[in-house]
């Protein structure tokens, strides 16, 4: 634990000025994570211009070009994904993809492996044909990844890099220099948590959708950023109009334990599903790693409340879920809870498939309210959720479909991806970035959430 805040900023200033490197840098990475696991601390965005800068100090006095060489680099032009590691199926998952499937040069993916995995990229990552290799830094320091990194970087040919590390990565961070002569953008996806590497000097930071880039304008006054939209690829087909609720009510909901599992929430993703399907009869589908364990908590609630356990189906991870979802004639998608997929969204309005999502107490974005459709419905209390689910009857799903589907075809589409990837997004005065939704949480959840009289011991006197 650190107890002082203060103290942590000075030894890492100290640390630098005796050029401490493995130290700085195991510091900054317990820092972040310590930030990222911290209850009191969920749905804020901490970031810091102040450790950014330290960390490309710190790459600045690893002296890699003295210490390390990396043989066998590409000899070709091509463009770089930096990531801390790409193991499991998931919205991180799915923007890599895409930016390989729209990528004018071939890609090399470049590893920072911090957690030291044997396996730290998806195998079918590397199926795409846009891939020209992958390196891992596998050394044992974290100094020495840091090294390997930056020589990696350092290669004449690279055109392009993406910064898509984890938030709490000072060694991708760290990597990168303020003045590598190449286009830098880092694209900001742990928006919802803690991150290093907004305020990077020689990076343009870009903002995958409309509130984090709006924040990080407003609140953060990065002027400069840039916003790219979130896409979905290679969909062959979307939801047909005639057979909704055929022959039951089909709902799904797409994320991995981590997107329902954080403590301290008032309403649970397993409650959601339980009144859902209590209300609505028919099947739920979840998609996205969850553990036996928690299958179990499902499955067992179910059947305490008089619903059959075959009401809930599993199915795991899987790539293509607008695909998935279609093949499924799923009705209506529920985001998971507390916190939503942002990627997954746009699958889902890819596939033509209506949304009703929860008004989030905690923070807007972590509800992703203004990722969707402006005609979808939203619900803050469970009395709301009865109200919104009795609406659904095949007329109003076939009219949300096509809400749904017209939407992401103006906002979301391949095409406009490509191009904003090309041009590295585009600026706050583009039509082509969506106005924000009405967020309307419960009030007195959301003033709970931000201490409101958390700590008042109010005394006579």
Known sequence: MINSIVQFFDNQRVAL???????????????????????????????????????????ELSAFKLLRQVNNLPAEAHNVILLTELYCQGGHAEIVRDILRKSKLPVLLLATNINNRKSPILRSILDEENVLGVFVANDDTYVEKLRTTQAVLANSYINTIF??????????????????????????????????????????????????????????????????????????????????????????????????SHPGYHISYKEVVLHTLRKRKGVHFHIGYLSDEYIKDIRDSLIQSGISEDQFIYLGETPNLAEVLVQLEVDLYLPTLPQSGGKALIDVMAAGIPILTHQNARDRLWGSIDLIYPTALTWATFGELDDALEKYDAQFLKSQANESRAYFERFHNETLFSEQLTKGGVDIDSNDIPKLKTYRPDVARRLTYLGFRQNNNPTNG
């Open 163 to 260: 910064i898509l590390v984890h938030g709490y990565d000072a060694v991708g961070i760290s990597a990168i220099s303020a003045d590598s002569g190449k286009n830098v953008f880092f694209l900001h996806h742990c928006d919802h948590s803690p991150s290093l590497g907004c305020y990077l000097e020689g990076a343009r930071h870009v903002d995958l959708h409309n509130i984090g880039f709006l924040r990080c304008r407003n609140e953060f006054n990065i002027t400069t950023n840039r916003y790219l939209c979130l896409s979905s690829m290679n969909l062959r087909s979307k939801r047909i109009d005639d057979t909704f609720v055929n022959p039951v009510f089909k709902t799904a909901s797409c994320g991995g334990i981590h997107k329902i």
């Open 17 to 59: 000025k005796k050029n401490e490197l493995g130290d700085f840098l195991q510091n900054m990475i317990h820092f972040f994570a310590e930030l990222g696991n911290s209850p009191s601390l969920q749905g804020h965005q901490i970031i810091s211009a102040q450790l950014d800068a330290m960390c490309q100090q710190a790459g």
